[in-house]
């Protein structure tokens, strides 16, 4: 679970935006694009590294770590030079779709591989009803930012707490539930800061979105996991 370069205290001047500039929806139009091109890289990296399943499993920490490296400090230092921010964002959206590799492995060794089909289409849906929600709004949601974030901090905890300690299944249902909730609600958040201004590169906006996405179909794929493992 990851969580970029999110400024909470930062307020946009005019609120939510009733009427959006052309720059504005060139902007929006640009992130969309990015975020479609990034789930592309992560489909990528999960197809060529598939077979090697067993070694992404041995090394997932060293890759969840490169992860994080580029997520924090890549990112960061390529951002406002054009071509190396694009680098790093598909760098890290591949190494994603790495990671994803061994939870895809097992689902489809156990003949449930049409449960990933469902949990991307689910994503995809309710992403872009909240999405579209967000950009329609009336309502601010610019005070939604801190909460967010302390309740982020808050699931990290519980889930590294079931995953060394209770390794519970019905723990991890409910912390899946909740993971799905909170990113619903940091889409629609950071949705309304893209389209306010928030950003300054449709990279860094796209990151944002991407990883609302992906932690949402984590949860849904896990949550149809667990599910039809038990049926």
């Known amino acids: 679970m ?34 479609a091109a990034s789930m592309i890289a992560a ?10 399943a067993a070694a992404v499993m041995q090394y997932k920490w060293f890759i969840f770590g490169a992860e994080l490296l580029i997520l924090f400090f890549g990112l960061g230092m390529s951002r406002g030079k054009p071509g190396l921010n694009l680098m790093m964002l598909f ?7 790495v990671s994803l590799v061994p939870m895809l492995a097992a689902l489809i060794g156990m003949g449930q591989g049409a449960v990933i089909g469902n949990a991307f289409l689910m994503t995809a849906v309710l992403f872009g009803a909240l999405s579209l929600f967000a950009i329609n709004s009336k309502t601010d949601f610019s005070s939604w930012g801190k909460p967010l974030f302390i309740t982020l901090i808050v699931v990290i905890v519980a889930s590294l707490i079931n995953i060394f300690i209770f390794k519970s299944p019905m723990i991890s249902v409910f912390i899946s539930a909740g993971v799905i909730l909170l990113f619903g609600l940091f889409t629609i958040y950071d949705t309304q800061n893209i389209a306010n201004g928030a950003y300054d590169s449709p990279v860094d906006a796209a990151v944002s ?3 609302d996405f992906l ?6 794929l896990q949550l149809l ?7």
């Open 215 to 220: 932690n949402m179909f984590t949860a849904i």
């Open 43 to 52: 489909a990528v990296g999960a197809y060529v590294t598939m077979p090697f």
């Open 91 to 97: 760098l890290f959206t591949f190494l994603t779709g």
């Open 225 to 231: 996991g667990i599910f039809s493992s038990d049926e």
């Open 209 to 211: 979105l991407y990883i």
């Open 2 to 35: 990851s969580l970029y370069d999110r400024n909470y205290t930062r307020i946009v001047e005019t609120g939510y935006v009733d009427e959006r500039s052309a720059a504005g929806v060139e902007f929006m139009k640009k992130t969309y694009q990015l975020l």
